[in-house]
Every structure is written in structure tokens, then in C-alpha cells.
């Protein structure tokens, strides 16, 4: 019986949506605890500091929040995997994980615990050191990179002023990562998915530095709440204001992260599994985990960036703050399970061609215009709504280049020649074979 009510997809729905209003009508009530999360912070470093030096406060106090973001990836990378799975078998006309606890909430679990009992196989030409580490280390940056980004007012690990190049140079650590890992395999398709993904890597991260640039540049800051609160002040997502670089940071985010359709260098139709086809067990489980976590926290660094944070339409009022965060971050993670689910994957051909001969010259062009509004509007900041003004134009260039990039570039359907059938007699095939015949 309890098995058919969970089973219930109208009381699925219902259960959610009155945990949805339970909490937000909780939170309403204890806004003091819940708007603001910073008090649980504070606590821990006054506990420490009346018991110990003002050091080594600052050092536990550290730790512990370390500790808490290691917990929270952990807890996101479980919910993450059975999202994903569970919204790609509703594409596919499947249900998904449901055995496993109720709606399969426990299946990823349950597939950590097997894969930590699965036997660890080490091949004998490998290069032991090199082959054990990449598991491990590719661990730190997808950690490390949710430092600055800001959940609520007051809710950063690292609240930086270089946070943006803090981002980008943590994620840049997966390249050599991910290349020993192909090389110490000692494997062709491990090697040829590493130097896949070195030249994919090095090709994509131009035209994210000039998207993150462009950002820079219109919010005078790289200071991920500065540029939240820059948003908030003058009344207009970064998204709306320049959205080539929303684009351009989306689409070379996925080449960065290997998502479908940028995922080529591990093209299972192609070299199996890529770079990580001799990991076994927990080793190849943390590749899989690191590849979810960072599609969760491109969502993360979009929603900053160019929606506007925690801010909605004054909302962040009456509902804790970084609830409209996670959910503008679960919005693009739910956008990128739709693309892995509905698109099929790019030639490396296709990706390298449309870097460096599309992405990167509109980039550049991209970052000279912007150069130039902004510039205008520092000039005539006494004219009302200059900004809104240029938002409209970008976005109806980026709709124009769109149109006449898809009419420049269109290719023509392959259409096959048709051949009309021909009977064996009218090419001498039963003559032929009467010949045969006879000389046999």
C-alpha cells in the first residue's frame, strides 16, 4: 500500500508542494535564522575565539566551513545524479530510478555503496603514480570553485575581490589533471580522449575570459557580490544587458565540462569512455561525480553572473534568499539535463572549427562593443534609461547575427542520388552465370 502512494504521481506532487509551502511559511517565521545564515557562522567563531586565540578561531571556524561545503557538494552530487536520471527516463518515456526508496530518492546512494565494493584494476604497462592521483585531484577544483560564489547577502566561503579570476583559474587545474589521467593509462582511447579534452579546453576557455571580461567590464568588479548587488542597483540582469556573453559563457561552459553536446572527449560511440576508460570501482565513480558537480555549479556561476543572484522582483523579501538562488541554479541544471537529452553530440571538428572561427572573432568583437557602451554611458550617466537602451540593441543584434548566421552557414540536406533498379538480365548477370555453369 505505501508502495502505491508513493507510486502516486498526483501524490508525489502534493507532497512536494506542501513541504514547499511548509518551508517557506517556516522560514517566514524564523527569518532571523533562515534570511540570514551568517548567525550560525558568527556563533562558531565566537565560540572558538572566547576559548582559544583570535588565530586559531579563525582557523576552526575555517575548517569547519570548509567541511560544510565538502558536505554540501557530497549531498548535491547525490540529489543531482537522481534529478538527472530521473528527468532524462521522462524524455525517453521511462520512470527512472524508483526502486531503491521512495521515488529512488536512496538509488544513488546505493550505487556509491557498489561501486566503493567493486575491485580497483590497475593495468601493468600503466604508470601507478600518475594512474592513482587524477581520481583524487580532479576532486579539489570542482570543491575549491564554490568558494566566492555568494548564496545570500553574507553567505560566501570566500568573498574575494578577484573572485571571477579565483573561478577561472581553479577550473583551469582539470586540464593537466585530466591529460595524466589519459596518458598514465598507457591506453589509445584514453590518450585520444586526454588530448581531446586538452584541445577543447585550451580552444573554449578564450571565449569564457572574454564573456567573464565582459562582465568585468560593464560591473567594474570581479567580486561576485559586487556584481550580484551591481545587478540589483540598476534594475537589469547581466544576462539581458549583454547575452552574447550569456551564450558564449553557456555553450563554452559545456566544452569545459564535457556535457552533452560538447562531450566528445568522451565519446562512448567513438573511444568507448575517453579519458577514464581503465578506471575502475570508486575511481571512475569520482570522474562521473565531478562531471554532475560542475554542471551544478555552471548553474551556480550563471545565476551570479547573469541573473541576478539572490534578487528576484523583490521576492527575496518574503522568501529566504538563497532559496531563489538554488532555484535559478536547478533551472540551468534542469537546462543542461534538456540539451544532454534532446541534441546529439558535435564532431571535434565541428566544436574546433566553430571556436576558432566563430566563437572567438565574435568575442573579441563582442568585448570592443561593450568597451564602447560602456564608455557612452560613463560619459552621459545624466541620460535616464541609457541603459535599457543598449540592452535592447544587444539583444536584437544577438537575434540579427543569430538569423544571418543560420542563413550564411545553413547546409544544404543531404540528398541522395536516386539509382532506379536494374533487373540481372539488363547487366548480363543470369548470361554470366549460364557461362560459369558451363565451364564448370
Do not use: C
Not at 593495468?123 to 592513482?132: E, M, V
Not at 551544478?296 to 545565476?303: F, M, N, P, R
Not at 541603459?387 to 544587444?394: Q, R, V, Y
Amino acid at each position: 500500500m505505501i508502495k502505491n502512494i508513493f507510486s502516486n504521481s498526483i501524490f508525489s506532487k502534493l507532497i512536494i508542494l506542501l513541504a514547499g509551502l511548509f518551508f517557506i511559511f517556516f522560514g517566514y517565521l524564523a527569518n532571523t535564522y533562515l534570511f540570514d545564515l551568517s548567525i550560525f557562522s558568527d556563533f562558531i567563531f565566537d565560540f572558538f575565539l572566547e576559548r582559544s586565540s583570535y588565530n586559531l578561531a579563525y582557523l576552526a571556524s575555517s575548517i569547519i566551513g570548509a567541511l560544510g561545503i565538502i558536505s554540501f557538494v557530497g549531498l548535491v552530487l547525490l540529489i543531482g545524479s537522481w534529478v538527472e536520471r530521473r528527468v532524462i527516463a521522462r524524455f525517453q518515456i521511462r520512470v527512472g530510478p524508483n526502486r531503491v526508496g521512495p521515488f529512488g530518492l536512496l538509488q544513488p546512494l546505493a550505487d556509491a555503496i557498489k561501486l566503493m565494493q567493486k575491485e580497483v584494476l590497475v593495468p601493468d604497462i600503466a604508470d601507478k603514480l600518475l594512474f592513482l592521483i587524477p581520481p583524487v585531484a580532479i576532486f579539489l577544483p570542482a570543491i575549491l570553485a564554490w568558494g566566492p560564489i555568494p548564496w545570500a547577502p553574507n553567505m560566501s566561503y570566500l568573498d574575494i575581490n578577484v573572485g571571477i579570476l579565483y573561478v577561472f583559474a581553479v577550473s583551469s587545474l582539470t586540464v593537466p589533471i585530466i591529460f595524466f589521467a589519459g596518458w598514465s593509462s598507457m591506453n589509445h582511447y584514453a590518450l585520444l580522449g586526454s588530448m581531446r579534452t586538452v584541445a577543447m579546453m585550451v580552444s573554449y576557455e578564450i571565449p569564457v575570459s572574454l564573456s567573464l571580461l565582459s562582465v568585468a567590464l560593464v560591473t567594474g568588479t570581479l567580486n561576485f557580490n559586487e556584481i550580484v548587488l551591481w545587478q540589483s542597483d540598476n534594475s537589469i540582469w547581466l544576462g539581458l544587458f549583454i547575452p552574447f556573453a550569456l551564450f558564449t559563457f553557456f555553450f563554452a561552459s559545456t566544452a569545459e565540462i564535457n556535457r552533452t553536446p560538447n562531450d566528445i572527449a568522451e565519446a562512448e560511440s567513438e573511444i568507448v569512455a575517453g579519458y577514464h576508460i581503465e578506471y575502475s570501482g570508486m575511481k571512475a565513480g569520482l570522474f562521473m561525480a565531478v562531471e554532475l558537480g560542475n554542471a551544478v555549479l555552471l548553474g551556480a556561476l550563471i545565476s551570479s553572473l547573469f541573473l541576478n543572484g539572490w534578487f528576484l522582483f523583490g521576492i527575496e523579501n518574503f522568501v529566504p534568499p538563497y532559496i531563489i538562488f538554488i532555484t535559478k541554479t536547478v533551472f540551468i541544471y534542469l537546462l543542461l539535463i534538456w540539451l544532454r537529452a534532446t541534441f546529439p553530440r558535435f564532431r571535434l571538428d565541428q566544436l574546433m572549427n566553430f571556436a576558432w572561427k566563430t566563437l572567438i572573432p565574435a568575442s573579441i568583437i563582442h568585448f570592443f562593443v561593450i568597451a564602447i557602451e560602456v564608455s557612452i554611458m560613463s560619459h552621459f550617466s545624466e541620460i535616464p534609461y541609457l541603459i535599457f537602451l543598449f540592452t535592447i540593441i544587444n539583444i536584437s543584434l544577438v537575434v540579427l547575427l543569430a538569423y544571418l548566421w543560420g542563413k550564411i552557414f545553413h547546409v544544404q540536406q543531404y540528398q541522395p542520388e536516386k539509382i532506379q533498379p536494374r533487373f540481372a538480365t539488363s547487366i548480363g548477370g543470369l548470361d554470366a552465370m549460364k557461362e560459369v555453369s558451363s565451364i564448370d
